[in-house]
């Protein structure tokens, strides 16, 4: 049977397209274009089928797939200053204590790496990644707290999950409960199957939990690279100043750090908001708090570079 790679972007009514996620599949070349939104439709029943998502666990382990990646392209280059890892760790898991999220599989796991590159980010299941470049463009412990409070907010908010697309989610949460959910998860995903046409039942069938893993993780790994949207990157900012300021550290520092990130030949912002953007909005949220800590002068004394 021939396929061709159709993107489902339904142009029907702005209400039906509302309804719909663009959904990259592949359908055989001779389904006649009135069957478009019927599959669609499929596609999105079988999907409501695993509405509760990925189970803490399996969070877990696609981002431990996704953190092998990022490691690998950092020559698996973890930092050997253990004072400063676990100084890191320390500020990390002060913050997760007051974050929203209390379902991760393994806490969050807070970890640096060699590079001089001014760079944080977060994959799945709570792995948050500093660099020491930018551990050194921070002035103070509350500086790094600003940036670790982002990156928790990215997982907060299941932002890189969020980022897989509605096709390679399907797969995977039919191919592992299948695999790993015992009789439960095999009903389920028999029943998410029985929705499905047959040439859909085809391909998932012929594709492994290794492989659709792989996939996803090659597919976060590039959000990772282009960067989050700017609505995504703003609320993590916003969160980051709830999380500071109930954490005791000083909202203000947030915005300090983000005007030096684009200092020197780093490009950090990608799709960001602009600098100024960024501290506009921050500024703006920290106005509305009623009150906020005041940076520690121990804290800026004990930080450790």
């Known amino acids: 049977m021939k396929f061709t790679a159709i993107i489902l972007t339904l142009s029907f009514s702005a209400s039906v397209c509302a309804a719909f996620p663009t959904l990259p599949v592949n359908i ?12 669609a439709t499929d596609i999105i029943e079988a999907l409501n089928v695993f509405s509760e998502g990925y189970t803490p666990e399996q969070e877990y382990y696609l981002g431990r797939s996704c953190a092998a990646n990022i490691l690998k392209q950092y020559s698996n280059n973890f930092v050997t200053n253990t004072q400063q890892q676990e100084y890191v ?18 806490g969050y796991i807070f970890i640096v790496v060699e590079s001089p590159k001014k760079n944080a980010l977060a994959a799945p299941g709570g792995f948050i990644f500093i660099t020491t470049g930018m551990i050194q463009a921070c002035e103070n412990e509350d500086q790094i707290a600003g ?4 990156e928790i907010a990215h997982v907060v908010h299941k932002d890189a999950i969020n980022s897989i697309s509605e096709r390679n989610r399907l797969i995977s949460l039919i191919k592992l409960a299948d695999k790993y959910g015992g009789e439960i998860g095999r009903a389920k995903a028999q029943q998410a199957l029985d929705k499905l046409p047959s040439w859909f039942v085809n391909e998932i069938m012929n594709i492994s939990v290794e492989s659709i893993f792989s996939t996803i993780t090659d597919e976060i790994v590039k959000t990772f690279e282009k960067a989050y949207g700017k609505e995504q990157e703003k609320q ?27 200092e020197g030949t780093d490009s950090h912002y990608g799709s960001h908001p602009s600098p100024s953007e960024r501290i506009s909005y921050i500024d703006d949220e920290i106005s509305r708090l009623p009150s906020h800590p005041a940076t520690s002068p121990v804290r800026t004394a004990r930080i450790v570079k």
């Open 28 to 39: 055989p070349i001779d389904t006649p274009i009135n069957d478009y939104l019927s599959i």
């Open 147 to 150: 940036i670790l409070a982002h």
């Open 89 to 106: 760790n320390q500020i990390g898991q002060s913050l997760a204590v007051f974050a929203d999220r209390t379902d991760l599989f393994s």
């Open 236 to 262: 993590a900012d916003l969160y980051a100043v709830y999380l500071m300021a109930v954490t005791g550290y000083n909202p203000e520092e947030l915005s300090l750090v983000i005007a030096k990130l684009n």
